[in-house]
């Protein structure tokens, strides 16, 4: 496993949680897993006919092509954004029905055993299911793109209060300082922050995008 930053700083614990209040960041001490199974798969299937996702949609379509020309889209849902997405593109899951999907569709690409020559990498809303981030965004190449949404706090201390509090799937949680912070120590530069979920009705969810120097 690649080093976590997350950890390699003092931390304070609340309850479940390790808290490092001066870099804004939270992750999950002793994490258990979720499984991602076929119940999982098909809620995101439904959140396909409900208008919401069709904003999420076009914004995060509309910001992926303004940036990259192919893309690698990590954590794919139910594939409705690769399904819109007018650019060349791969997908990655865990899950093994949404692996399925992407092999029918001849999309499937692994970047832990494959060479990643993308230019952009998207993570909509699925970094805070990573244990270690890291793990993932250490396989991203200089000047590539890292294009994600996740839920934000304004005060690292009160996770615990907020419905994107998730034991066992969001493993990790972020200030907007402390996302940018976690990039910066990976060499990776903040280009843009948007705030267009919230107004599409979501709550505390910011999208961001980096570039690795």
């Given at each position: 496993?690649?080093?976590?930053?997350?950890?390699?700083?003092?931390?304070?614990?609340?309850?479940?949680?390790?808290v490092n209040l001066n870099k804004g960041w939270a992750y999950q001490a002793l994490p258990g897993y979720i499984e991602y199974d076929k119940?999982?798969?098909?809620?995101?299937?439904?959140?396909?006919?409900?208008?919401?996702?069709?904003?999420?949609?076009?914004?995060?379509?509309?910001?992926?092509?303004?940036?990259?020309?192919?893309?690698?889209?990590?954590?794919?849902?139910?594939?409705?954004?690769?399904?819109?997405?007018?650019?060349?593109?791969?997908?990655?899951?865990?899950?093994?029905?949404?692996?399925?999907?992407?092999?029918?569709?001849?999309?499937?690409?692994?970047?832990?055993?494959?060479?990643?020559?993308?230019?952009?990498?998207?993570?909509?809303?699925?970094?805070?299911?990573?244990?270690?981030?890291?793990?993932?965004?250490?396989?991203?190449?200089?000047?590539?793109?890292?294009?994600t949404s996740l839920p934000i706090f304004n005060d690292i201390t009160k996770v615990h209060l907020s419905k994107h509090y998730r034991p066992?799937?969001?493993?990790?949680?972020?200030?907007?300082?402390?996302?940018?912070?976690?990039?910066?120590?990976?060499?990776?530069?903040?280009?843009?922050?948007?705030?267009?979920?919230?107004?599409?009705?979501?709550?505390?969810?910011?999208?961001?995008?980096?570039?690795?120097?």
């Amino acid at each position: 496993m690649v080093l976590n930053p997350l950890k390699s700083h003092p931390s304070i614990k609340m309850d479940d949680l390790s808290v490092n209040l001066n870099k804004g960041w939270a992750y999950q001490a002793l994490p258990g897993y979720i499984e991602y199974d076929k119940e999982y798969w098909e809620k995101y299937i439904v959140y396909e006919t409900n208008d919401i996702c069709k904003k999420l949609n076009d914004f995060r379509c509309s910001i992926t092509e303004k940036y990259c020309t192919n893309v690698l889209d990590v954590g794919i849902g139910s594939g409705i954004f690769l399904k819109n997405l007018n650019i060349n593109k791969k997908g990655f899951d865990v899950n093994k029905h949404a692996v399925e999907w992407l092999k029918n569709n001849n999309l499937y690409h692994n970047p832990y055993e494959e060479e990643n020559d993308f230019d952009g990498f998207c993570f909509w809303d699925v970094l805070e299911h990573f244990e270690n981030p890291n793990d993932i965004l250490c396989k991203i190449p200089k000047n590539s793109y890292v294009i994600t949404s996740l839920p934000i706090f304004n005060d690292i201390t009160k996770v615990h209060l907020s419905k994107h509090y998730r034991p066992n799937e969001h493993l990790c949680y972020f200030t907007s300082d402390g996302l940018i912070n976690f990039f910066s120590e990976l060499l990776f530069d903040c280009v843009e922050i948007r705030s267009d979920e919230i107004k599409i009705g979501r709550q505390d969810v910011l999208a961001f995008v980096f570039k690795k120097a």
